[in-house]
């Protein structure tokens, strides 16, 4: 849509598409949150079938090598698919009841940091408006915003499997902050090609990945970290 309208209506049209998906996704999400008391809300949001737990596993014992293959019509799904033999399986795989469990209820604070979480995209679109895309100011917010969501979120006891793990994916996620501009136009670009050149200078074979890594690299970081969405 994105690519679309910017090749229709040029850059005006662009930010306009933008912005209009981005506040579509914010008021579905705080629908979520604030009406139907979905929690933290995770990413993917819907957890992947797994159709080992629809069916009965049907599995063949080699004759010579005893080894344990699973039938076609019990293969799991893409997601969940792995793979160790059908018992490593069941014994790595979370329970579904877990997996399923519901949300945790939100407190003041913690709806709070939530609703920081789902408008920051908002925020951080309506800051580059004011002050532009090469101001520290957008860049600044949008961290202060993910650190404060993150810090009073971490008070919440009790957390499932999947909410924990959401949090730690926001957690890592700070490091893209790294490759968004201005930090990455003035600290981090030089330090991340000069490392890539020297692997593909003094490691053999990386090269083949390092050097259309060093092509594509400015390309990648201007379309994928100037939205933060």
Do not use: C
């Not at 679309?4 to 008021?27: C, F, N, S």
């Not at 793990?165 to 490091?175: D, F, G, M, P």
């Not at 990945?209 to 990648?220: F, N, V």
């Amino acid at each position: 849509a994105e690519m679309g309208t910017a090749r229709v209506w040029g850059e005006m049209g662009r930010w306009t598409i933008i912005v209009l998906i981005q506040l579509a996704k914010a008021i579905l999400r705080l629908l979520l949150l604030l009406w139907y008391k979905a929690g933290i809300q995770m990413s993917p949001p819907i957890v992947p079938l797994n159709r080992e737990t629809q069916q009965p596993d049907q599995t063949y014992v080699g004759r010579r090598s005893s080894r344990v293959v699973r039938s076609l019509q019990s293969t799991p799904s893409l997601q969940s698919r792995h793979w160790g033999s059908p018992q490593q399986r069941e014994e790595s795989q979370p329970k579904s009841e877990e997996m399923n469990q519901p949300p945790t209820p939100l407190g003041l604070q913690e709806t709070i940091a939530e609703s920081i979480y789902i408008t920051r995209p908002l925020l951080h679109l309506l800051s580059l408006g004011v002050w532009g895309q090469r101001s520290w100011k957008p860049w600044l917010l949008s961290a202060v915003l993910d650190i404060s969501s993150l810090s009073l979120l971490s008070d919440l006891k009790d957390l499932n499997r999947r909410e924990r793990a959401e949090l730690r994916r926001r957690t890592i996620l700070l490091l893209y902050y790294l490759l968004r501009s201005p930090f990455y136009d003035r600290y981090s670009e030089g330090r991340i090609l000069l490392l890539l050149r020297l692997l593909a200078d003094y490691v053999p074979g990386v090269g083949f990945i390092t050097r259309p890594l060093m092509d594509y690299l400015p390309a990648w970081q201007k379309i994928y970290f100037y939205n933060w969405g």
